[in-house]
Each structure stands twice: as structure tokens, then as C-alpha cells.
């Protein structure tokens, strides 16, 4: 099959079983985009009454699809092509990486996180040498690095990004949140908490953001 005819299969509405009703295109059931949230025309069906319906045709599928109660739904599968993968790993180590900035600032992380428009220019990631060393290690040296990442979150669903370099995290970023903050240690332990001064941030637990 061409790209094309691809192109052509993936804009085909698909029925649900259960409910009868073409609603979701294709497209937005495979590996893209498995978030979803207020905003995207799918929300509004996938998190309503029928949510169970789309639960079990996802399953035809082999995709499980979940609900969280923070406002987003995703789907999972076990044979996630970007389980464990160089991207994800880079996702999980830009989050660690504005995590432990902020966390250091002394501000609220979900807040700042959170908070709209943020500028890839104003982000921390390239103005420490620790935070550089740790983003070379996963390929990621430059500003145009950083975007390209920002570029792969948007496409999972996590950010929106615009033409001018800014960007605004959504509610399916709590799963990369998540990870990190597990794996932050505990701020009493002797040996915690690690800074931009020289602690790595964690990498570890990076298939929970994907599976």
C-alpha cells in the first residue's frame, strides 16, 4: 500500500461496534496521537457515556484505553513501537530537566509547568552545563534540538506548539510529570535531591510515559 492510499485509508471514519456511528478518523486511533484531552474533537465522545463502547472496539484493535481523572484519556498498547525509545527517553529527560530547574527556583512545579506560553528560548535545558551534559547524551546540543522534541511531544498529544517557538503544555503532560516526580528523591534523604550543579536527571521508568 502507497502512502497515498494510506493517507486515503487513515481519513476514513471508523465505526464503533457498540455504537454504530462513524466518529473517530483513523488516523487518531493509531500511534500519532494516543492523548487526548479538552480541545480535540474526539474528547467529547471518548470521555462520555460511551466510553466503555470505545473501550472495547480500541480493544479490537489491541489498544487499551484509559480515562484519567485529571482530564485527558490515551491508549496504550503492548507492543507500543515508542515504549522504551530514544524519543520518549528524550520526553522523560526534558521533563526531568524543567522539573529539577524549577524545583531549584523554589516555585510550584505544576503551576510553572502548567502556566501558558512558555518560550523555548526562556526554558532552562541549554543554560547549565549540567543540563547540556545530560541532554548530549540523547542527542539534543541545540535550540533546534529542543524543538524537534517539542514537535514530537505536540504529535503524541502532550503540547501544542506554535510557528514562533512557543509552546503550552496539556493535561496528558501529568503522564510524563508523573514519571519524574516518582523518581525524584526523597528531599530528606542525605544523599537526595540532586541539582543543576551536577545530579543527572532521572531516566529510569521511561516506558510508563509510552505504555
Known amino acids: 500500500m502507497d502512502s497515498k492510499d494510506r493517507h486515503r485509508r487513515d481519513a476514513i471514519p471508523v465505526p464503533c461496534p457498540s455504537c454504530g456511528e462513524a466518529r473517530l478518523p483513523l488516523r487518531n486511533l493509531g500511534s500519532v496521537r494516543r492523548h487526548w484531552c479538552f480541545g480535540d474533537p474526539e474528547y467529547a465522545d471518548l470521555s462520555g457515556e460511551r466510553f466503555e463502547d470505545y473501550k472495547a472496539f480500541f480493544a479490537q484493535l489491541e489498544l487499551t484505553l484509559h480515562r484519567d481523572s485529571r482530564g485527558f484519556i490515551f491508549s496504550t498498547s503492548d507492543d507500543d513501537d515508542y515504549k522504551g525509545s530514544d524519543q520518549i527517553t528524550r520526553f522523560v529527560i526534558f521533563t526531568a530537566i524543567w522539573v529539577d530547574a524549577v524545583a531549584d527556583a523554589g516555585d510550584d512545579i505544576g503551576q510553572t509547568l502548567f502556566a501558558p506560553d512558555h518560550s523555548v528560548a ?60 516518582n523518581a525524584r528523591p526523597n528531599p530528606n534523604d542525605e544523599q537526595g535531591a540532586g541539582s543543576s550543579e551536577g545530579a543527572s536527571p532521572v531516566t529510569r521508568d521511561v516506558g510508563e510515559a509510552s505504555s
Open 122 to 181: 526562556d526554558l532552562p535545558h541549554l543554560h547549565a552545563d549540567a543540563y547540556r551534559r545530560n541532554l548530549a547524551e540523547v542527542g539534543v546540543n541545540t535550540t533546534t534540538d529542543l524543538l524537534t522534541v517539542l514537535r514530537g511531544m505536540e504529535r503524541l498529544g502532550f503540547l501544542v506548539l506554535d510557528t514562533e517557538g512557543r509552546f503550552t503544555v496539556r493535561e496528558p503532560f501529568h503522564r510524563l510529570l508523573d514519571v519524574c516526580l
